[in-house]
């Protein structure tokens, strides 16, 4: 999408390729619309005021007006005015643009909803319901129709391209406050898409030294710092499990190392630690083949967090935020890691490797003790960690868990905002019995029940005293299938709520 503006003007007299209205289930409103269709384009009354067009949430409808200047108009349903909220927004936004860009569409033009449909609806209590409208529209309409075509040299489908969106409205302070909406969520939807494209590339494309210069990269064009350890620093550091991980492949490891508004301390500052496995195998413990190539996505955790640094570099938000990414492969080489193993982690404790598919949790442990040494308010790590939390949350939730209830509780509130929800998991001390080891401080795998718990119980023995929440995303970061706005392949998930989370944060 190259251009997304707010017009003042009314939707009869602005030429359209595509005139979308949102449309609720509501009869009143839906007998409105009908007059209006019939009497500015000529609309045979029978598909919105007939049964045939009820607004219910998720019904689409194209039509083809007989008007000079609309080409097209798209009515998409929004259902019952009081259950209305921004993801209806998303999702009717989303059917929208994928309906107008599949009829050749260049421009989709959003109609300005009745009044009365914003105030009766859940946006009421938002901050700027105006706002709050526009920024779904973008998301809706930017996730949406998002592809991932690096690779494609001929496109199968005739469909062309959405180039730009237009939002109309007759009133000058809500042109502000939609244009407002418009520029955050385009900032926002390019993290989230950016993360998508970092995790939807090929392990041949993304391995451990090119996530970093992919880091490099976005640290010049955005303005935040970025350092890089390679294998000696790596060694230097005692991070003993991101050594050990590392070395059953030929590419060596990195540890990334992203900073944005370092001055910025006293307003709170958050570490994110972001798994990067650029490929999983499994290790020596080697995974089944069926669906191992989904494994090039096992770094969803550090392209949210890179993505997210970016993001808030660009929106300039207020806090200092730390970045820390431990990258490598797992592989099976013939110096890979062996069940049995023991390993020393920065820390000092030591694990014992019973696993080696295993392997987030043993860099992850490394990282989130180096990110203690910032004494920052609070550290956030997201890793697609287990197998059982897909199987506990699907792909509708992340696992969360750690140890400060009340951050905890606000970034739930951001999930629900931005629908990229969180779920609580305990962490009840009974569930360490089951990673002790015999021999060494912890075991990396704690059995066939709790793992997505066990793994967390782990990690949690590696920070201390600091604030942490842990995010398992392995479910809602790699779809099997498509969902609304969201593709098949990664979906990016963590940056948008992350960045709501963080530009509503206050220390305290
Ligand atoms: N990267 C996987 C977890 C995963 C599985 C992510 C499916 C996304 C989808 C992780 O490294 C792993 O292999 N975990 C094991 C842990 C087990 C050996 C204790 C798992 O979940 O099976
Ligand atoms: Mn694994
Ligand atoms: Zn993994």
């Known amino acids: 999408m190259r251009t997304l503006t707010v017009i003042r003007a009314a939707a009869s007299s602005t030429p359209s390729d595509a005139l979308v209205y949102f449309i609720p289930e509501d009869p009143q409103a839906r007998d409105r619309l009908a007059k209006e269709l019939v009497r500015l384009y000529r609309i045979p009354p029978t598909p919105v005021g007939q049964a045939s067009f009820r607004g219910t949430e998720g019904e689409i409808l194209l039509l083809f007006p007989a008007h000079p200047k609309i080409r097209r108009i798209i009515l998409a349903g929004v259902g019952r005015i009081e259950t209305v909220s921004a993801e209806t927004f998303r999702r009717a936004s989303s059917s929208a643009a994928r309906l107008a860009r599949s009829s050749q569409a260049r421009t989709l033009v959003i109609a300005e909803p009745d009044a009365t449909l914003l105030n009766g609806s859940t946006l009421h209590g938002t901050a700027d319901p105006w706002e709050t409208f526009a920024f779904a529209v973008a998301e809706g309409v930017l996730l949406g129709t998002y592809r991932y075509e690096k690779y494609i040299s001929t496109r199968k489908t005739p469909e062309g391209d959405l180039r730009s969106l237009v939002a109309l409205t007759q009133s000058a302070s809500r042109k502000v406050s939609m244009t407002r909406g418009f520029s955050t969520a385009r900032i926002v939807c390019e993290g989230t898409t950016l993360a998508r494209d970092l995790a939807n590339a090929p392990g041949n494309e993304i391995y451990p030294s090119t996530l970093a210069a992919h880091a490099r990269r976005l640290a010049r064009k955005a303005g935040f710092s970025v350092r890089i350890m390679n294998e000696r620093d790596i060694r230097r550091l005692n991070m003993g499990g991101l050594l050990a991980v590392s070395q059953g492949s030929a590419r060596p490891p990195r540890f990334i190392v992203l900073e944005h508004n370092r001055q910025a301390g006293r307003k709170g500052r958050i570490a994110l630690v972001g798994k990067g496995v650029t490929f999983d195998s499994g290790g020596i413990s080697i ?10 996505m096992d770094m969803a955790g550090a392209a949210a967090v890179l993505a997210t640094v970016y993001t808030a570099a660009r929106l300039k938000i207020p806090v200092h935020l730390i970045g820390l990414i431990p990258a490598t492969e797992n592989l099976p080489g013939g110096k890979a890691l062996k069940p049995g193993d023991i390993v020393r982690h920065l820390t000092g404790l030591t694990s014992e490797v019973d696993n080696t ?10 990282a989130l003790g180096y990110g203690t040494r910032y004494k920052p308010d609070l550290m956030i790590d997201l890793a697609t960690l287990t197998g059982a939390c897909v199987v506990a949350l699907g792909h509708e939730a992340t696992g969360m868990m750690g140890n400060c209830p009340s951050f905890m509780s606000r970034l739930q509130e951001s999930g629900e905002t931005t629908y990229e929800r969180v779920w609580p998991l305990p962490l009840f001390k009974e569930y360490e019995r089951l990673i002790k080891s015999d021999i060494a401080d912890l075991k990396n795998v704690g ?6 718990i066990t793994a967390a119980v782990f990690l949690k023995k590696f920070v201390g005293d600091t604030s942490w929440i842990h995010l398992d995303i392995a479910g809602p970061a790699i779809m099997e299938e498509p969902f609304e706005y969201i593709p098949k392949g990664a979906s990016g998930v963590g940056v948008r709520v992350l960045i709501d989370f963080l530009r509503n944060w206050k220390k305290g």
């Open 287 to 296: 995974k089944p083949s069926a669906g191992m190539a989904e494994m090039k």
């Open 357 to 366: 598919d295993a392997e987030g949790r043993l860099i992850l442990a490394d």
């Open 447 to 452: 059995g066939r029940w709790a793992g997505a």
